[in-house]
């Protein structure tokens, strides 16, 4: 970043690093920097949402959850986790719906899969 400083997908991978290690406030800024940068780029705002969600800020996280599907509707982990949030804020069909299009994006995604499981629903036909 220091010889790039607008590199997004750098901003995004050191947000992932300092996330790990706990640096969460550090991290968000450098999603924030490439959602800046690279305003169209899903996965820095998947990852901005997960950071969001585990923070309890459901419903910024939701709205990240929400803007990386509209840039890739076929994101099947950022389907699943909108689904538990919208579970968390219990809207269960709108998370039924949610779990149906990860496993539709992903038919082995276990995670939607189990959650569908749990909620007594069917996994949608291929």
């Known amino acids: 970043l220091r010889i790039k400083p607008d590199y997004a997908e750098a901003h995004n991978n050191l947000a992932v690093a300092l996330a790990q290690v706990g640096r969460v406030d550090e991290a968000r800024k450098h999603w924030e920097e490439a959602l800046r940068i690279k305003p169209d780029y899903a996965e820095a705002r998947y990852n901005l949402g997960t950071a969001l969600s585990r923070e309890g800020r459901i419903p910024e996280a939701i709205a990240q959850y929400?803007?990386?599907l509209r840039l890739k509707p076929d994101y099947a982990e950022a389907h699943n986790n909108l689904g538990n949030l919208?579970?968390?804020t219990g809207d269960t069909a709108a998370a039924v719906a949610q779990y149906e299009e990860a496993v539709?994006?992903?038919p082995d995604y276990q995670a939607a899969l189990?959650?569908?499981g749990r909620l007594g629903v069917s996994p949608p036909a291929r």
């Open 114 to 116: 189990a959650n569908l």
């Open 66 to 68: 929400d803007q990386a």
């Open 86 to 88: 919208l579970e968390q």
């Open 104 to 106: 539709r994006a992903k």
